[in-house]
C-alpha cells in the first residue's frame, strides 16, 4: 500500500506504452517457468497500438520459484530491446542476485504521517467534503504510511458529519481515543 505499483504504472506512462502493450500479472499467481516462458513468447512480438515499446509489471516478483527466476534471467539478458519488466516486490532479497544485479532499483517507503495528512486534505478538498479536527492525523496514525489504506479510511468516514468522524475513524479501526493519546505519549 505505499505506491509501488502505482509507480510502476507512472512509469509505463512516461514510456509511453500503449494500454494494450502494457501487461500487469500477479507472481503470486503464477510462479513456474511455463508462465516466464509465455512472457518470452509475448515479449518477442512487436509491439502493437502504436506504441514503440512494451512492458511487463511483475507485481509480488518475490514468489517467482528459483527456476522461474532463472529462465527470467536469460529473458533479461537476451530479450527484446524494446521491451521493459517492473518487478514489484516487498522482498527483494527472495530474487536472485543475478536478477537484482540488473535491475535498477527504486525504493519505496511509507509516508510520514505529515503527507499523508496533507493527501488527505487534498482529497476532501477534491471531493468537497470537510474533514473533521485532528481526523487526518487520526487516519494517519492508523494507517501506518500507507497511501492506501488512508483513502480507504478516509472514504469510509467521508458521509460522515465532520464531528463524528474521528469517533468513525476509530470504529473501523478498533481503536479508542484513549489508548492513541496515550501511546503517543509514551512514543
Known amino acids: 500500500g505505499c505506491g509501488k505499483t502505482t509507480l510502476a504504472r507512472i512509469c509505463v506512462r512516461m514510456l509511453k506504452c500503449g494500454e494494450g502493450d502494457f501487461q ?8 513456474g517457468v511455463d508462465f516466464i516462458r509465455k ?3 509475448q ?4 509491439p502493437l497500438f502504436g506504441s514503440k515499446c512494451r512492458v511487463w509489471l511483475l507485481d ?7 527456476a522461474a527466476q532463472n529462465a527470467f534471467l536469460k529473458l533479461l539478458e537476451d530479450g527484446p530491446p524494446n521491451v521493459y519488466f517492473m518487478l514489484a516486490t516487498t522482498n527483494a532479497s527472495k530474487l536472485i542476485a543475478t536478477i537484482r544485479n540488473r535491475c535498477s532499483l527504486l525504493g519505496v517507503k511509507p509516508l510520514r504521517e505529515d503527507a ?3 493527501l488527505l486534505e487534498e482529497v476532501a478538498e477534491a471531493e468537497e467534503f470537510e474533514l473533521g479536527e485532528d481526523v487526518g492525523e487520526r487516519i494517519a496514525t492508523a494507517s501506518n504510511g500507507s497511501p492506501r489504506q488512508a483513502l480507504v479510511l478516509l472514504h469510509q468516514i467521508k458521509d460522515k458529519d465532520p464531528d463524528d468522524q474521528y469517533d468513525a475513524v476509530e470504529t473501523v479501526t478498533g481503536t479508542e481515543r484513549g489508548a492513541i493519546e496515550l ?3 509514551l512514543f
Open 24 to 31: 500487469e500479472v500477479n507472481a503470486a499467481n503464477a510462479t
Open 39 to 41: 512472457i518470452d513468447d
Open 43 to 46: 515479449a518477442r512480438a512487436k
Open 60 to 66: 509480488e516478483a518475490h514468489q517467482l520459484s528459483k
Open 116 to 118: 499523508l495528512v496533507a
Open 183 to 185: 501511546a503517543q505519549l
